[in-house]
């Protein structure tokens, strides 16, 4: 199964350049792999998983350098386990970074951020997308490395874009995880801000939340404290579309270090954007609505549920909080 092609002077043909932004890997003579078998049709890649942890795996003789680039994307048309990973190693065998995912039917983009500055970038030996069990099956039709760019200020940052309904019963499967290195440009000084965009899922959930913590460890951010109600999570009012968190120092430091989970109730996110502020930015946490008009005669309590005039308490009417006598 190991078919082996070299690839210094045949670099520039082996990665197809699209635009000056995006170098392809090619699909076809992915035979590195283990516990696996791959075939490649109609320019889909498919890996058949035929052992625990079995992946389907390129690679080089003569190690690559990947030193121009930031970020790698796996391309995925489908796979049917909750747990895979898409990662890539040096010379030595060792993990250079990596992503996991879960399982879908949907086009959707692993995208594995990574350090151009580090050594290890320079010789990259290897890249593979990992299975779970004997009897997965992963279809990708895309992959990828994009090249680093400079970031202006004030500009968002995409981090990750894509459809991720994050449930109603905190399965964590359904949580979104974003990597210590979709940090790195952050910039302590410019009031760093996070943006989640998002819709409700008003069919099936009668409020809506979203929580955010330092992966590991599980400690929610402190930079929105004031928003998080007793259960860690940010409340959120009917028909909001957008809520934003103005990163403090210390949540800032975490997240370099151990990344984001994302996790939520009625919530289907969309995009996430990181904005590095400028100096007259005002460094506050916010929730926006859509356009379509609200019906003001509507009040919520901190838990999403629909209220009266009579209840008494904190509530939420047309995107605002207030104290109910």
Known sequence: MKKIFTLVAAMLMAFGVNAQTEVDIPLDGWGWGWGSTTSYENGILTGEITGQYGAISTGWDTPQDWSAY???????????????????????????????????????????????????????????????????????????????????????????????????????????????????????????????????????????????????????????????NKYDCVELPAEATTYSITLNAEDLAKLKAKGLRVQGYGVILNKVTLTNQSSDSNAINTIETSNKPLNNGVMYNLAGQMVDKSYKGIVIQNGKKFFNK
Not at 102 to 122: A, C, G, I, M, R
Not at 142 to 150: G, H, I, K, S
């Open 70 to 228: 930031n970020k790698l994307t796996v391309v995925l048309e489908s796979y049917n386990n909750d747990w895979g990973k898409v990662y890539f190693n040096d010379a030595k065998g060792n993990a250079i970074a990596e992503q996991s995912f879960t399982n879908t039917t949907t086009t959707t983009k692993v995208e594995v951020d990574f350090d151009p500055t580090l050594e290890s970038v320079k010789s990259v030996k290897q890249l593979a997308v990992q299975g779970k069990a004997a009897g997965d099956v992963v279809k990708v039709s895309r992959v990828y490395l994009t090249e680093a760019v400079e970031t202006v200020d004030g500009t968002p940052i995409v981090l990750w874009e894509g459809e991720n309904d994050l449930g109603t019963n905190w399965a964590w499967n359904q949580t979104l995880l974003l990597s210590a290195m979709k940090f790195a440009k952050a910039k302590e000084d410019k009031s760093p801000k996070l943006d989640f965009y998002f819709t409700e899922d008003v069919a099936n959930a009668e409020y809506w939340q979203l929580k955010t913590v330092i992966e590991g460890d599980q400690t929610v951010l402190t930079s929105n404290a004031n928003d998080i």
